[in-house]
């Protein structure tokens, strides 16, 4: 027998000590000022009037859902069992997925994320009222989506999320400038959030490359919960909370985000794009190109087919947002000719002129 007894190594040790961390002292006791804001239901208006930039968990409509009643993960089996699902760069029957979730001690366990599954299943998604046998449907709130337009070659919007405790996804920002929406149908999720934009720097332990094409993180969520939540947590602009079983909660576009399954879960989750985000949307697909993901090798040009789809369904609201995109490139030209010609901001508010700030903080996203 060898003697290990004097070995020690924290290149063992750390991803050990990351695979068996109890969660709950990072999930309790939020601060009041963090917590994200839970609501019973929103309005399409009241959402596009105040809602569409900030999250937020809705309590009631999933409860209407019939996948929320009837799914389990013992129900998924005995239907789905066999059927491969993508879980990160494996695919899976679910039966051979089931049996990874009860029984592994990985520092990060994979997780289930498939973006076929509304065929794989048969499922029929959309209102109750004009879709037969409906299984869910987005919220009377999430129900506007512009991305609609571009109908077959929309890219992947929607997710089958299932995975054992301690699984999720390390801090990203939503592809393609969208907002989107994750309900929970089995097992709690805690949610760290972060708003991002031009003034303000990444979360804690999170770096972004000059173009923004690249994000770095510690290896896992554990890492970075152990070394970086405790200053998260007083960092202006933070947003926690659980959203729990039957509950969904809004990301809104541009905002960070990391998730942690407290519980085994199965969630569903949609990207879409609001009126409030269209210009993003406009400005990612357009400046972005080399950052576009989620669409199929045959949609050779998505800006312009997503111009033109908005063109012939939403004319008037596409020549807006074309106009306050063309504001907003003005309003960077002026501000790098100023800075090249070397004017203050003192010498711009005197002439009465541009001065220093875009009044906002609008950021495109991530993948």
Not at 48 to 60: K, S
Not at 81 to 109: C, I
Not at 273 to 286: E, G, K, N, Q, T
Request: a negative charge.
């Amino acid at each position: 027998m060898i003697d290990c007894s004097h070995l020690y190594s924290d290149v063992l040790y750390r991803p050990f000590n990351c695979a068996h961390i109890a969660l709950e002292p990072y999930v309790t006791k939020i601060p009041a000022r963090n917590q994200i804001p839970r609501l019973p239901d929103l309005s399409a208006e009241e959402f596009h009037a105040e809602w569409a930039d900030r999250p937020f968990v809705l309590t009631e409509p999933v409860k209407a859902w019939p996948v929320y009643k009837d799914w389990t993960i013992g129900s998924l089996l005995s239907e789905h069992g066999q059927e491969k699902f993508r879980a990160e760069a494996v695919d899976w029957p679910l039966s051979t997925y089931r049996d990874y979730m009860a029984d592994n001690s990985d520092e990060s366990p994979l997780y289930l994320f498939d973006r076929a599954f509304v065929p794989k299943m048969g499922l029929a998604v959309g209102p109750p009222e004009s879709t037969p046998n409906a299984a869910y449907w987005p919220p009377t709130c999430f129900a506007e989506d512009f991305f609609s337009v571009l109908g077959k070659d929309r890219p992947d919007h929607q997710w089958l999320i299932v995975g054992p405790e301690r699984s999720g996804s390390k801090f990203h920002k939503d592809p393609n400038a969208t907002s989107a929406w994750n309900a929970v149908l089995r097992g709690p999720k805690y949610w760290i959030m972060f708003p991002s934009g031009d003034k303000r720097v990444p979360p804690p332990g999170v770096y972004v490359s000059d173009d923004q094409s690249e994000v770095t993180s510690p290896l896992s969520i554990a890492e970075w919960l152990l070394n970086f939540h405790a200053e998260a947590r007083r960092t202006p602009g933070c947003m926690e909370g659980i959203c729990g079983e039957g509950e969904i909660l809004h990301v809104p576009s541009g905002w960070w985000h990391l998730v942690v399954n407290l519980e085994p879960s199965i969630a569903i989750t949609q990207n879409f794009i609001p009126r409030a985000h269209l210009v993003a949307a406009l400005d990612f697909l357009s400046n972005k190109a080399d950052q576009v993901s989620g669409f199929r090798k045959n949609v050779e040009n998505p800006y312009e087919n997503f111009v033109n789809g908005m063109q012939a369904a939403y004319p008037d609201l596409l020549a807006q947002a074309q106009e306050e995109l063309q504001k907003k490139v003005d309003g960077k030209k002026r501000k790098w000719e100023d800075i090249v010609h070397g004017k203050t901001e003192e010498d711009q508010s005197t002439a009465g002129g541009f001065s220093f700030g875009f009044g906002d903080d609008s950021d495109v996203e991530v993948p």
